[in-house]
């Protein structure tokens, strides 16, 4: 079974730039989430989809981020424009939507601002 | 909201032996799900084991185990027998459980960074 598939997988940009990244999750996952994590701490979710629609966005930046899920299978993130705080590593994960369904995690997609 | 701290940000332990990473969590729901992630470094965050809120059998996965004291909040991971494999961040992680779905993303902690000596 494929996993969850993102890219890229580095990407360096000079601060007020833009960039997007994408996310394939496993075949059949409903649910799709985004998450940041910086630096020595733990991921923190910034958006989730359930099949093609919002389900929660409280902690997603949206002057600066946005995000869709076209079609409720692969999803981007974009981030116009990017800040120095915003070197992170982006996280994609999915899972079946199921109250005890495992979340399946990208290798993600590590950012650095300059 | 839920919170989950993890109060050791490194551990190290001699290949064999037996360490535990510790994890508090405060909410207010009576059921819900805690989990232990495994990232090792620069690759994908996996599962290493789950414990639902409701039941009182603490979960086990070979040689990795929990210690669930549902009054307490506390959920700690056993590593027996550990291997330089385990080397890796550990994030102890909380999702809410909701029915008709809706928001039910995780919660981490900062996560604990495991050494493994040889």
């Known amino acids: 079974e494929a996993g969850v598939a993102q890219s890229p997988r580095y990407k360096i940009i000079e601060k007020r730039q833009s960039v997007a990244f994408w996310c394939n999750p496993i075949s059949g996952h409903a649910t799709l989430y985004w998450y940041q994590q910086i630096l020595g701490q733990g991921p923190k979710l910034l958006i989730q989809?359930?099949?093609?629609?919002?389900?929660?966005d409280s902690q997603l930046p949206k002057d600066r981020f946005s995000a869709e899920r076209l079609k409720g299978v692969d999803s981007t993130l974009k981030i116009q424009p990017a800040k120095l705080e915003d070197s992170a590593v982006y996280l994609c994960?999915?899972?079946?939507?199921?109250?005890?369904?495992?979340?399946?995690f990208g290798e993600g997609s590590r950012l650095t601002v300059l | 909201a839920q919170t989950v701290t993890q109060s050791q940000p490194e551990m190290s332990v001699q290949e064999a032996e037996t360490v535990t990473l510790s994890c508090t969590y405060d909410t207010s729901e009576s059921d819900y799900y805690l989990f232990w992630y495994k990232q090792p470094p620069s690759r994908q965050m996996i599962l290493v084991i789950r414990?639902?809120?409701?039941?009182?059998q603490n979960a086990t996965e070979n040689r990795f185990s929990v210690n669930f004291q549902k009054a307490a909040k506390s959920f700690s991971l056993k590593i027996s027998d550990s291997q330089l494999g385990d080397a890796a961040m550990y994030f102890c992680a909380y999702k809410t459980i909701l029915a008709g779905g809706g928001a039910d993303g995780l919660t981490f902690g900062k996560g604990t960074h495991l050494i493994i000596q040889p």
């Open positions: 994960a999915s899972s079946l939507g199921t109250a005890t369904g495992e979340l399946f």
């Open positions: 414990q639902e809120a409701y039941k009182q």
């Open positions: 989809f359930q099949n093609n629609g919002v389900v929660d």
